[in-house]
């Protein structure tokens, strides 16, 4: 009996200590309205009463008030509502939280029942570096993300949440394998597709997103979810180019580089808004160039980016603004988990002076992303052993460089670990991870975030059928018109995509010709189109004003509505007559149609009234009207 109490004490000690040891990660938290006025100070636990039939969204703040990073999770207990991420949401619902940071996650609760249900939250506490998260009893996990439009993220967790899963470890770490669609969940919560033949492929920079066919798309693959968003690589790399090789003149410490990604050439030949930069986005606005290459700054080659380039703005607003981490690490013997935490939370810039993260819209993978997509239950090794075992070459990031040939190698966004001059690459051939000079030479494959409201709409996701996207082509065209040697040309038109739109019923003039409608070409060879037509087609044009001479004009003019004459005027001349009249009231009001101008007078000539008129700015066949009072 007493050796029973003595066992019962010990595990009573170590359960004890294990919940003060789990404790010390402290939290506070908070929940603030988004729709109503609701707010609830709390430490770590509140409750959100949700209306009969209804919904709330609201805010919950975490904050780590802790010395080091640890994992975060959000947990709920409710009957009848459904608690979710929504898809604007700035974070995740699980991930890893750096000291002092705050995390501001938008939930959204859906109760389908009759009456108000009242929602506990809870904030779950993991370990540092990852591990599994503790859900109380009777909680659930918010992990999934809310649109009223499901989006294509919302898809791919769903493929990851609804499926059996499989425990996979590795360095100590439990991870929940989804073996049917080859989908995991890191230790930041993104889901990601792992392994060596996963159906991830999606067509991407269409030139007709209404036909989405291998002639018309590129293939890309997904690398997984992020935060509500979808990240993609291109699946083929688009060449051969420096990460950076900038000069001590250009602000670079030395001619080999610098592995500062926002100031890379690289970023600026990708990413909008740099076109005044030598080597600008080349590859954003699909245009040849100067690319870079070598040892030397000065070291540049041709590059025609005209056929592998963004194809229409459609493609270009498909693309998320996103935050992208470029720390790096030094050590290769640590684990994918740790390498995770490193580029996110702590890891080494070689410059104090250096970002740690970068906004923009096309970069590069990153070396986290390689190795989460080596599969754990083969490769369950740390970085520098990737290379030496065969098992983890099973990975599709490898894969997608190799597709361009045997032995070739690419670029990650992450910097190297050797020096400020260097960035992390791949080497297929021996599937091994290194530092390099940035000047240097190698694959670039652009990877990306889509918006959150981008869409799947059909597709299985492999090679020969890929995802497609259901998106919304917000691409607009231009209609300018061009007078063609007259003046007074329409102004610009606007025409978004799909729609049709009324051409503008401004007339432009030239003397000696009369306007007879416009075309696409300037000598009339091309389509025509009437001043007030229908214009239909989803391209910018250029419409030329086409004009047929004339000899003469011919003015007709009316006084109080009854008809003086008509009188016959060569193109370039005023009209200039007197007629007879039986009122010595002046004129005090006239007009004429195509825009000409009259003017006139009466006065006494002979004991007679007579009226001198005078008709300007005659362009074609007039009609004007006087009128002695205004009418």
């Known amino acids: 009996m007493k050796k029973k109490i003595i066992i019962i004490t010990l595990i009573l000690i170590i359960s004890i200590s294990i919940v003060k040891l789990y404790q010390t990660y402290a939290i506070s938290s908070s929940v603030t309205g988004d729709n109503d006025n609701y707010t609830v100070n709390l430490n770590g636990n509140t409750s959100v009463v949700v209306p009969a039939n209804g919904n709330k969204t609201v805010y919950y703040k975490i904050r780590n ?26 974070n995740n619902a699980t991930g890893l939280i750096d000291k002092e940071e705050n995390k501001f996650i938008k939930l959204y609760f859906e109760n389908s029942s009759s009456s108000s249900e009242t ?55 439990t991870y929940q394998y989804d073996t049917n669609h080859n ?14 033949k996963p159906n991830n492929y999606i067509y991407f920079n269409c030139s007709d997103y209404a036909s989405q ?16 968003k979808v990240k993609i690589m ?40 740099y076109d005044s930069e030598l080597g600008g986005s080349l590859y954003w606005n699909r245009k040849n160039g100067t690319c870079y290459s070598g040892k030397t700054a000065d070291n540049t080659k041709e590059c025609d980016m005209s056929s592998i380039g963004l194809k ?25 988990n740790q390498i995770y935490r490193n580029e996110v939370v702590d890891g080494t810039i070689f410059n104090e002076t250096r970002s740690t993260t970068w906004n923009g819209k096309i970069g590069l993978i990153s070396v986290s992303d390689y190795l989460f997509a080596s599969d754990f239950k083969i490769c369950n090794e740390s970085v520098n052993q990737y290379s030496k075992n065969y098992s983890c070459s099973k990975n599709w ?29 791949l080497i297929t051939g021996t599937n091994a991870l290194s530092s390099i000079f940035a000047n240097l030479e190698w694959y670039v494959s652009p990877t990306l975030y889509l918006n959150k409201d981008i869409d799947i709409s059909t597709g299985n996701g492999t090679s020969d059928t890929p995802y497609q996207l259901k998106i919304e082509n917000n691409q607009q065209y231009t209609i300018t018109y061009n007078a063609n040697g007259g003046s007074g040309a329409p102004s610009n038109q ?26 696409t070409s300037s000598n009339g060879s091309g389509t025509s189109y009437s001043s007030g037509g229908t214009y239909s087609n989803n391209s910018n044009v250029t419409l030329y004003a086409q004009w047929q001479s004339v000899s003469s004009y011919t003015v007709t003019v009316y006084l109080q509505g009854e008809l003086i004459n008509n009188y016959t005027v060569v193109p370039g001349n005023d009209l200039s007559t007197r007629f007879g009249v039986d009122s010595e009231e002046p004129f005090r009001y006239g007009n004429c149609t195509n825009g000409a101008s009259i003017t006139g007078s009466v006065s006494r000539v002979n004991n007679m009234s007579v009226a001198t008129i005078n008709v300007t700015n005659i362009t074609s066949d007039t009609v004007c009207n006087l009128y002695y009072t205004l009418i």
């Open 65 to 90: 008030t802790n010395n080091g990073t640890v994992q975060y999770g959000v947990g709920y207990k409710s009957t009848n509502t459904i608690v979710k991420v929504y898809s604007d949401s700035d």
């Open 119 to 173: 929602v506990y939250l809870t904030t779950i506490l993991g370990y540092e570096n990852g591990g599994n998260l503790i859900v109380p009893d009777g909680y659930y996990l918010v992990t999934n993300f809310y649109s009223k439009s499901e989006g294509a993220a919302q898809k791919i967790v769903k493929l990851y949440e609804q499926a059996s899963k499989t425990n996979v470890i590795n360095n100590d770490i």
């Open 183 to 196: 989908l995991m969940k890191d230790v930041g919560g993104n889901i990601r597709y792992y392994g060596e």
């Open 213 to 228: 066919t291998s002639s018309t798309c590129e293939k890309w693959r997904i690398v997984g979810v992020f935060n509500g």
């Open 234 to 273: 291109r699946d083929m790399p688009i060449g051969k180019y420096s990460w950076d090789n900038k000069g001590t003149t250009s602000g670079a410490e030395t001619s080999d580089g610098k592995n500062e990604w926002p100031e890379a050439r690289l970023m600026k030949m990708l990413n909008p808004n």
């Open 312 to 336: 229409n703005d459609t493609t270009k607003s498909a693309i998320a603004d996103n935050i992208w981490y470029i720390r790096s690490y030094n050590n290769g013997e640590l684990y994918p």
């Open 397 to 425: 990031i490898k894969d997608s460089f190799t597709n361009v040939g045997s032995g070739v190698s690419g670029w990650f966004i992450t910097p190297g670990s050797f020096n400020s001059s260097s960035v992390k690459y």
């Open 494 to 519: 606007i025409k978004k995509h799909g729609e049709n739109i009324t051409l503008s019923s401004v007339k432009p003039t030239k003397t000696g010709y009369t306007f007879t409608g416009w075309n």
